[in-house]
């Protein structure tokens, strides 16, 4: 319709989200401060917190500031109307707290949908309102999703790591029930904020995009984490770069830092992620730190001429205000900011394909081969599966530490055993490497041919995780399916050669059903090109079967020819699969596998899974292993697997 609603008169998605750009464009926004700090003037009392519906109610009330939205809704929109007179762009709701688990410790569970929608009710008649005095100064409601009081990446229990006080589905499900109350109350986009662990903001992300499919709409998605203190790092480990490639699967409109620190000690990591964030950026400080009385003395002025600061400096779109902040110092951020230039939205970059786990992993064009660990694998050590099996799992967490030591890059978990609930294995193990600094910092390949089961892991990593693998081999449906789902979750995918008529070994078949995956990942799943990973297959050479002595240099061939047709993706591949043949001699495996890499490395080959620390040097085969060893790869003669056989002989055991 011509005034931006739709016949139902909810706000037209469509237009909200030009009106934004539009005005990001053109200025800096700014956006409300401290709900709390403007409900504590008012002085309320446990009467005042129940009102006349919640009298009887069994449990203390006070302090429970999301209630007030029914018991004392005047309140909540005179503060909305105060911090618009203040000059704010944008308000948040009143539902930081309002999902059905926060809300549990008041015994008012049930109310978590009421709370959200009259909540945004209240907001949106607000800045309606003041739309509508100031038409030159639109005004717009955030939906504010705060990150409960439970984490899903830290156990609570300081006698058990991998213990959660909350689950991955209870959370999501109570963050899809607060969506649904945001989106029926009408607000135009939504902030999930001070984010202290990125897995409790993946299940509200998971949530969010159910509850827009649900609905048929994609509401604008502000997202802010909160330093909580100068390490530089969320209370659950994360750098800030780990956080952003962690949650830029969502494609927000903005992404800021919020809460924790006052703006003097945020100005770091606000630069940091100002350089590398590829949506708008936005800040709200507390008004410095608290005092030893818990209150905050950062008056109005040093306020805005710190956020003056960050303007100048190019590193914000939008400003506004956390813990200690009022009125006032919203409206000296307004004057202070005013005229300032918004940090200019970032052109899209040649890319580049980035995991995470406490820390980045950038794989760049020229970066060296990534090395996966493959000892943290059931179905590939047999000291790993009976540590596992005896539920031995800290023993089998020093098999990962000593990988991570030995050079992987990334850990590939795998717990595909008859014997194990492997989906219940995954995720006791993720949740326990997840408190050993050494491992988490790296990004973990969730591997495994049951889906539940990678699902299972995909609940338990808050850093951007790989997860091998999916294919063609139960048709287009399947694997878009399974794609999406993998999105939806923020991880990167391992693509193997196989359709629906079975595994790829020749070159053709290789570059052919890649190129296929790829149109349907890009085209289809809103897959990013750089979160592809394609295994080519790499099957066992010189076992005795003519059609197999190829395989090698087929896989090292179709290198080139899959990155040409396919810009953008990754090859990796399972390289102990290749010397098979010769499980039981170490010598004669290890010479294969450097051998193969070496040539494989230098044809484009990005990644591999391999035992970290066990790869000799190429250069220090001996010349007789490595020429038979090269024969085998290349299929240069045709005797090459009885030299190879009878050679193996004199060097086993070494």
Not at 327 to 340: F, L
Not at 360 to 389: I, P, Q, Y
Not at 630 to 650: K, S
């Amino acid at each position: 319709m011509a005034d931006g609603t739709t016949p139902t008169g909810r706000p037209d998605v469509a237009t909200t989200r030009a009106r934004l750009e539009a005005l990001l464009r053109l200025r800096i926004l700014v956006m409300d401060g401290a709900m709390g700090t403007m409900v504590q003037r008012h002085t309320l009392d446990e009467v005042a917190f129940r009102g006349e519906r919640f009298a009887g109610h069994a449990k203390d009330l006070r302090g429970n500031n999301d209630l007030l939205v029914l018991t004392q809704p005047d309140v909540i929109t005179g503060i909305h109307h105060a911090y618009l007179a203040a000059g704010s762009d944008i308000i948040e709701t009143n539902t930081f707290s309002s999902t059905a688990i926060a809300q549990a410790d008041y015994g008012l569970e049930s109310l978590a949908y009421e709370l959200n929608v009259e909540a945004a009710r209240l907001a949106m008649e607000a800045a309606a309102a003041w739309s509508k005095r100031t038409p030159e100064r639109p005004r717009f409601v955030a939906g504010a999703i705060g990150p409960t009081n439970r984490t899903l990446s830290i156990s609570p229990d300081v006698n058990d790591p991998t213990f959660r006080a909350c689950t991955f589905e209870a959370l999501r499900t109570a963050y899809a029930e607060q969506v649904r109350g945001l989106v029926d109350g009408g607000c135009d986009l939504l902030l999930v904020e001070t984010i202290f662990d990125t897995l409790n903001a993946k299940a509200a992300l998971v949530a969010i995009q159910e509850v827009f499919d649900e609905r048929g709409i994609e509401l604008p998605l502000m997202i802010s984490v909160t330093i909580t203190d100068r390490s530089g790092r969320t209370l659950s480990g994360q750098t800030i770069d780990a956080f952003y490639v962690a949650i830029a699967h969502a494609q927000p409109l903005s992404v800021g830092i919020n809460c924790a620190l006052g703006a003097r000690d945020m100005r770091p990591y606000l630069a940091e992620l100002s350089d590398i964030a590829e949506c708008y950026v936005s800040s709200y400080p507390n008004a410095g730190l608290p005092n030893a009385f818990g209150e905050y003395d950062e008056q109005p002025d040093q306020t805005g001429a710190l956020l003056r600061d960050f303007a100048d400096s190019g590193f914000v779109n939008i400003l506004g205000g956390c813990c200690g902040t009022t009125p006032d110092h919203i409206s000296a951020v307004v004057r202070a900011v005013d005229g300032v230039a918004p940090r200019p939205l970032p052109s899209r970059s040649a890319g580049a394909s980035r995991l995470s786990g406490l820390e980045v992993l950038t794989v760049r064009d020229d970066s060296n081969f990534l090395m996966v660990g493959e000892r943290t694998n059931v179905t590939g050590s047999a000291r790993f599966a009976r540590l596992v099996k005896s539920d031995d799992f800290t023993t089998a967490t020093e098999v990962a530490v000593d990988q991570v030591r030995g050079g992987a890059n990334l850990i590939d978990v795998n717990m595909d055993e008859a014997l194990l609930d492997s989906e219940q294995s995954m995720t006791h193990f993720l949740n326990l490497i997840a408190t050993e600094p050494e491992v988490a910092r790296v990004p973990v390949m969730i591997d495994s041919s049951k889906w539940s089961v990678i699902e299972a892991g995909l609940k338990c990593v808050q850093g951007k995780a790989v997860v091998n693998s999916i294919s063609l081999k139960e048709g287009e449906a399947d694997f878009l399916d399974k794609a999406r789902t993998l999105r939806r979750y923020g991880a990167a995918a391992v693509v193997m050669a196989f359709d629906e008529t079975g595994q790829a070994d020749t070159i053709e078949r290789k570059v052919s059903i890649c190129r296929r995956a790829y149109t349907l990942l890009t085209q289809r799943a809103g897959f990013d090109p750089h979160d592809i990973i394609f295994d080519p297959n790499i099957l066992a050479i010189a076992t005795g079967l003519e059609e197999h002595n190829d395989y090698a240099v087929n896989f090292i061939e179709a290198i080139g020819a899959i990155k040409k047709s396919c810009p953008g993706v990754l090859i990796s591949g399972g390289v102990s699969n290749l010397s098979f043949s010769f499980r039981g001699n170490n010598v004669v495996r290890e010479a294969i596998h450097s051998a193969f890499l070496y040539h494989a490395i230098k044809a484009g080959m990005d990644m591999g899974i391999v035992n970290a620390g066990q790869l000799v040097v190429y250069e220090d085969i001996a010349p007789e292993l490595l020429t038979r060893v090269e024969d085998i790869i290349f299929n240069r003669r045709p005797d090459a697997t009885e030299r190879m056989v009878e050679f193996a002989e004199t060097v086993k055991g070494e």
